[in-house]
């Protein structure tokens, strides 16, 4: 092997390259990953780290019967099997046992209850039967350690500061890549380069949702998301699947910020439509509440009164009392006295927005339960107890709502079961691998709940890692 020579190259150091390096490093290749900024992690380390899965030794260890099979329906159903079926039942198969590499590895998820992604367990992941959402100690920060720590004890080397220029193809077959203006020759390449929430004109391109936004549009992917693996694509006339999708959560406009740091509504609220209506459980999980909000004809709100907003609690960058104060007196969250007067400012039927708060406090508030969008439901699932208080102290306020933060995007090379690049034929690109962001078909239209994406990255990483490998020593 000449000395600019490894078996496997993986460009990008996130949940997906690193997860790829360790399983190629396991199969005994020699491993050489590239990582564009100062440190790994990408938007992997910034997140939750929850990860769905299904099958799994926590779930047992609650008792929880679930399978790859169950899973699978959910998965297709929720996004109208506009997906390839061959290659979500392989994700959904290995997503369980990839966690099960996790823990053997060092992950600790506790075979607990959680009721939010932040407590170490299992969680409702969004709206399926059977709960899925693992939750990891220290989130994806701790993924990410204990991933990089294999990596290293594995002998899989990684070259920080380097963004990868391009591939290096011989006659069709991927056969390197060009990093630092260097060539490095390898057996197999593995794309793990996230997404392209950075990029702009790739936003326009391919998630022209996120661009729909508008000014309220705000990113909170890794500075890394910029998009590299359309260019790779494009030198070997890779497909590209996932136009269109994307994740966006609902925010109020003046969010600005992931909600750990933003912060909260307040639980005594209701989201209106432009006829004045609640149209959802404010609570719903973001594998539904986007698409909702989406599909309301005009401007959506969330109206809460004075109390609510002097309870929000201290420490939170923008759903904080005197934050949410400093916009009512910019004129930009709508004030007023009363709620007809509110309704005049939103320009929604004064009539039925009195009718929706009056509803409502009979409702949730006074007696425990929501009939029409069983809001009680959610928040027990999220571990609340106690009601909501009513919504009637002056002065009344509507901040706009709409999927503007943008998390993750879905387009990317096709990959198959494999992990392996398609091209436009739907052949594979010999030598060429994809995984996470970057390798499309797993993510959908619609994000089944918290965990869907990270499960994506290691599930998808590990068996891309694990198939360069032998496509580099040719088994
Ligand atoms: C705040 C936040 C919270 C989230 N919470 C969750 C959650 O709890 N559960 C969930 O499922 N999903 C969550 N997500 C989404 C999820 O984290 C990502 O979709 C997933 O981790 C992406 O993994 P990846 O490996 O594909 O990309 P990344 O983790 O982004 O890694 C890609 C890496 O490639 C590098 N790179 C890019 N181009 C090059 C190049 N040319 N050369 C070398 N390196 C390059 C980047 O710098 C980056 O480090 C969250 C995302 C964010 C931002």
Redesign the pocket.
């Known amino acids: 092997m000449s000395e600019n020579q490894v078996d496997v190259v993986v460009?990008?150091?996130?949940?997906?390259?690193?997860?790829a390096a360790v399983s190629a490093a396991e199969q005994g290749a020699s491993v050489l990953l590239?990582?564009?900024?100062r440190?790994?992690?990408?938007?992997?380390?910034?997140?939750?780290?929850?990860?769905?899965a299904a099958g799994t030794s926590v779930q047992a260890g609650l008792g929880v019967e679930d399978s790859a099979e169950k899973f699978f329906q959910h998965y297709q159903d929720l996004n109208q099997w506009l997906l390839k079926p061959g290659l979500v039942r392989a994700f959904c198969e290995h997503a369980g046992p990839s966690v099960e590499w996790l823990l053997g590895l060092g992950v600790e998820i506790p075979a607990k209850v959680s009721h939010d992604?932040h407590t170490p367990g299992l969680t409702r992941a969004g709206v399926e039967d059977v709960w899925r959402?693992h939750?990891p100690k220290d989130?994806?920060y701790g993924l990410?350690q204990v991933l990089d720590r294999a990596r290293r004890r594995l002998g899989a080397e990684a070259v920080l500061n380097?963004?990868?220029?391009r591939l290096l193809v011989d006659g069709g077959r991927v056969a390197g890549?060009v990093?630092d203006g260097i060539d490095v020759r390898a057996g197999a390449v593995v794309v793990?380069?996230?997404?392209f929430?950075r990029d702009p004109a790739l936003r326009a391109r391919y998630y022209p949702d996120a661009e729909a936004a508008g000014e309220d549009l705000f990113?909170?992917?890794?500075?890394?998301?910029?998009?590299?693996?359309f260019?790779?694509g494009e030198q070997v006339g890779a497909s590209i699947a996932g136009e269109g999708w994307g994740?966006l959560l609902p925010t109020a406009y003046f969010q600005r910020l992931?909600h750990?740091q933003s912060g909260f509504p307040p639980p005594s609220r209701v989201l209106v439509n432009a006829h004045g209506r609640r149209f959802m459980d404010e609570d719903a999980s973001y594998a539904v509440s986007s698409g909702i909000i989406s599909a309301q004809d005009g401007p959506v709100w969330t109206v809460f009164d004075e109390r609510a907003r002097a309870g929000l609690p201290p420490g939170y960058a923008h759903w904080d009392a005197a934050h949410v104060l400093a916009e009512a007196e910019a004129g930009r969250t709508l004030r007023a006295d009363t709620v007809e007067e509110l309704a005049g400012k939103m320009g929604v039927p004064a009539a039925a927005l009195r009718a929706t708060v009056d509803r409502w406090n009979t409702q949730l508030p006074a007696g425990g339960e929501d009939p029409e969008f069983l809001r009680h439901r959610t928040l027990a699932a999220k571990g609340v107890t106690g009601p909501p208080e009513p919504i009637g102290q002056p002065p009344f306020h509507a901040a706009r709502t709409l999927p503007a933060e943008l998390?993750?995007?879905h387009a990317g090379l096709e990959i198959n079961a494999g992990a392996a690049v398609l091209d436009e034929r739907g052949n594979p690109v010999p030598g060429l691998f994809a995984?996470?962001?970057?390798?499309a078909g797993v993510?959908g239209p619609r994000?089944v709940g918290?965990?869907?994406?990270?499960?994506?990255?290691?599930t998808m990483?590990r068996i891309a890692g694990r198939a360069a490998a032998e496509n580099a020593s040719g088994t």
Do not use: K
């Open positions: 460009i990008g150091g996130g949940g997906a390259g690193l997860a590239f990582e564009a900024e440190e790994l992690g990408g938007s992997t380390q910034l997140s939750a780290g929850m990860l769905t992604a959402g939750v989130q994806g990410v380097t963004r990868v220029e890549v990093a793990t380069t996230g997404g929430a990113v909170v992917a890794a500075p890394g998301s910029r998009g590299d693996h260019g790779f994740l992931h750990w998390v993750c995007t995984a996470g962001e970057a390798g993510l994000y918290g965990g869907n994406a990270v499960a994506n990255a290691i990483g």
